[in-house]
């Protein structure tokens, strides 16, 4: 859900500002124990704006796996095209949100106060607080509704377009395959459209073009040749065994995009100079 307005001016600027303030919240949500991985704060934005924003994960995520799920998240603001003065990215285990405006109670993430009140002023703040809680549960109640039912639908469109594919052996925990597809959309911006100047070279299995994903990480994409005949299913066995490879001399597959004959697969480009 976006902003209808757009950022006019000084745009660049803006766009490092919001990277900034995203990037500082993200490390804090997920550094958060396993009852609470969520952090606000504001910043000084052009034109004389504040910058107000929000993240969050679901608290069973690790450290790493809030990283990972708010990274994926935040690589959705480059798909608006211009950029908005607002918006939010609800996951299913995390979400994001910025405004120019105060959205979000300012103590929310301010330790507790230590000054003493008054009897009358502590029963107006319980009943604040208890008004509150009361909102926001009816909130995550209605949310946690929408996603499961989301999630359902996912879950079966997915199994009837697997039961269209030969069968095969799928390996053990294939669900979590699924956690690492990429959108198309944040591959085709990070790699300016499979432009030519990102062209890095081309094999047997299809060409490789460098990126950079919003949150500033450089990677290498894979487009594979179409016509392999390979089903849907057996690419996912393959990937989810090769992003389990931890070695020091193999590049780390960080995930695909998968989608008709379009196959993608997505490689870390810090610590590797992959060229064919």
């Known amino acids: ?27 804090k949500a997920a550094a958060g124990d396993s009852l609470r991985k969520f952090a606000t704060r504001n910043t000084t934005a052009p034109d004389f704006q504040t910058l107000y924003a929000l993240v969050q994960c679901t608290s069973d995520l690790s450290q790493q796996g809030c990283n990972n799920c708010l990274d994926y998240t935040f690589g959705i603001l480059p798909q ?51 008004v509150i809680i009361a909102v926001v549960s009816s909130v995550v109640f209605v949310g946690v509704i929408i996603i499961s039912i989301w999630v359902l639908l996912r879950k079966k469109m997915a199994k009837e377009k697997e039961e269209t594919q030969p069968l095969s052996e799928p390996v053990e925990d ?28 081309q094999g047997g ?29 057996e690419f996912k066995n393959e990937v989810l065994l090769v992003a389990k490879l931890q070695h020091r001399n193999l590049v ?14 997505v490689y870390d480009r810090i610590h590797s100079n992959c060229k064919s």
Do not use: H
Request: aromatic share 10%.
């Open 205 to 233: 299995f299809g060409s490789v073009y460098r990126g950079r994903l919003f949150n500033g990480q450089d990677i290498a994409v894979k487009r594979l040749s179409r016509g392999s005949g390979q089903g849907d299913l």
């Open 252 to 265: 780390r597959l960080l995930g695909f995009w998968l989608e008709g004959n379009e196959r993608l697969l």
């Open 80 to 130: 608006l095209g211009d950029l908005k003065k607002g918006g939010r990215v609800i996951n299913t285990n995390c979400n994001f949100r910025y405004e120019i405006y105060l959205f979000y109670e300012a103590t929310a993430d301010a330790p507790p106060s230590t000054n003493t009140t008054t009897a009358t002023g502590g029963n107006e703040s319980n009943t604040s607080r208890t």
């Open 174 to 201: 294939i669900e979590s395959a699924e956690s690492l597809q990429y959108n198309f959309e944040t591959i085709r911006v990070a790699t300016d459209n499979f432009s030519e100047e990102n062209k890095l070279g």
């Open 1 to 27: 859900m976006w902003n209808v307005q757009n950022v006019s001016s000084n745009v660049e600027q803006f766009t490092e500002d919001l990277r900034s303030l995203l990037d500082g919240l993200k490390n």
